[in-house]
Nanobody
């Protein structure tokens, strides 16, 4: 069982930047970020494999960067040029194979709120 703990969410103005982090209690192959806005379904944001392969949702390409520190079992999501529509609870997830769909992930964090004001 892998436990995930997110941190770094908060309130930021549109156009600003924010970095969220997720620490895992053990090694996993792929770590990803998802988000869920009020009244909407959870959606994929980005994922990164143990070897550094990445995938991004079209809505965040060029603005968000996912990275990981394997020595610390930690994944980061650097967000720039934030928009009000990026407001959501951001969830960290992990699995032992490559995945970009929510139902392919085995472990989930509790979520961290990111709010972008206009």
């Amino acid at each position: 069982q892998v436990q995930l703990v997110e941190s770094g969410g908060g309130l930021v103005q549109a156009g600003g930047s924010l970095r969220v982090s997720c620490a895992a209690s053990g090694r996993t192959h792929t770590m990803g970020w998802f988000r869920q806005a009020p009244g909407k379904e959870r959606e994929f944001v980005a994922s990164i494999s143990w070897t550094g392969g990445t995938s991004y949702a079209d809505s965040v390409k060029g603005r968000f960067t996912i990275s990981r520190d394997n020595a610390k079992n930690t994944v980061y999501l650097q967000m720039i040029s934030l928009k009000p529509e990026d407001t959501a609870v951001y969830y960290c997830a992990a699995t032992n194979y490559w995945a970009t769909l929510a139902d392919q992930y085995d472990y989930w964090g509790q979520g961290t709120q990111v709010t972008v004001s206009s």
